[in-house]
Every structure is written in C-alpha cells, then in structure tokens.
C-alpha cells in the first residue's frame, strides 16, 4: 500500500522522491490558520492536522503524510504570499536579517497520528529589492516568499537547524517516521 503526499508541492514531492518513497499525491483543500495572535509551532500544527484529515477521510487504511510550513518575522506568521510583489516586500523587509521558518507534519493511518514540528532558523543575505526580484522567478508560491534551491542560495546566507526544512519537509525526521510505518504494513 503506498503513501498519500497530502501536498500539492513540488519540492516535498521531490524530497520524498529523493529519498526513495513512492507515493499518490492527492492535494488537500482545506482552509489554514493564518493568525497573526497564534504561536508559529501550534499554527502549523493545526494546519497540517487539516489537510491530514480531509484527506485521510477519503482514504480509510492508507497512510496520510501532511505538512504545513510557515515563517515568523518580528513578530508576525507568513505563510505564502499573495502575489510575487508581496513575496518580494516581505524578502526586502528580512534582508540580512534571521526569520525562524516551521514545519508542521502529520503521518495519520485511520484514528492514528503521529505529530512534528521542526524548526529553522533562517538569515537571509542583505539584498536590495532589485536584487531579489531578479532572484525571486518561480511561478510557485512558497511561505515567506522564497525557496531555497541549494545549499549556495543566492537569498540566504546562513540555516540553523534543517535544511530540507527549508526546501520543504525536515527528511530527517520524515524518512525515519515512513520507514518505520511503511515497512510494518
């Protein structure tokens, strides 16, 4: 029986290709929190819960993965941006300076579920806003605006914590969770 990616992204899609999985995508289309009074872990959290469930609901005895990332800046959650203009305001407001970035993750089979959160810290280079425009071209939207393409990203300087956070889903907490499940089908 094979996973189900509760993600319409392409970079976790990736990451779990990458590291050998197979897998259905089915995109959740739920409704997130988007607060800006809510604590980063509890937000993505909750968000990750949602699209798990809605999606379990449809696929009762199959493993579910589902996964919510968002940033914190001063104070305030960013999940993806409305348009580029948006995302590249937001990079030019945390130029040369540190954001932490969260992931929420869900692994749920029927009644069960197994929760995550990881987080990152991230410090961005101290670009102007026409540096990060010419930077900034994917036609996907990514929470805070950026993603990360390798490990010399012309947007970020320095990464505490997970760099496949960053790209999309912490591998070194997901991997372990699916080989375990996965195996004992």
């Known amino acids: 029986m ?11 899609r990736e990451l779990l290709r990458s590291a050998g999985f197979d897998f259905d995508v089915v995109a959740a289309r739920v409704r997130e929190l988007r607060g800006r009074c809510r604590p980063l872990c509890g937000t993505v959290l909750e968000n990750a819960r949602r ?3 809605a999606v379990a609901r449809r696929h009762r005895g199959r493993w579910v993965l589902a996964a919510d990332t968002m940033i914190e800046f ?19 407001r945390m ?22 959160v990881v987080e990152s ?7 102007g ?18 993603a990360v393409v390798g490990k010399d990203d012309p947007l970020v300087e ?14 070194e907490v997901v991997a ?10």
Request: aromatic letters at 4%.
């Open 121 to 127: 810290r991230v410090t961005l280079r101290p670009l």
């Open 129 to 146: 806003r026409r540096e990060i425009a010419r930077i900034v071209r994917t036609p996907e939207r990514f929470a805070g605006g950026y």
């Open 158 to 171: 320095r990464i505490e914590g997970s760099f496949t956070n960053v790209v999309g889903l912490p591998m």
């Open 74 to 92: 001063e104070g305030r959650l960013y999940g993806k941006p409305s348009g580029r203009g948006d995302g590249i305001g937001l990079l030019a």
């Open 2 to 12: 094979r996973l189900i990616l509760a993600s319409a992204s392409s970079a976790r």
């Open 51 to 53: 699209k798990a469930a």
């Open 176 to 185: 372990p969770l699916l080989e375990k499940r996965l195996r004992t089908q």
């Open 95 to 116: 130029a040369g300076k540190t954001h932490t970035l969260a992931t929420g993750i869900v692994l749920c089979r029927d009644r069960r579920a197994i929760e995550r």
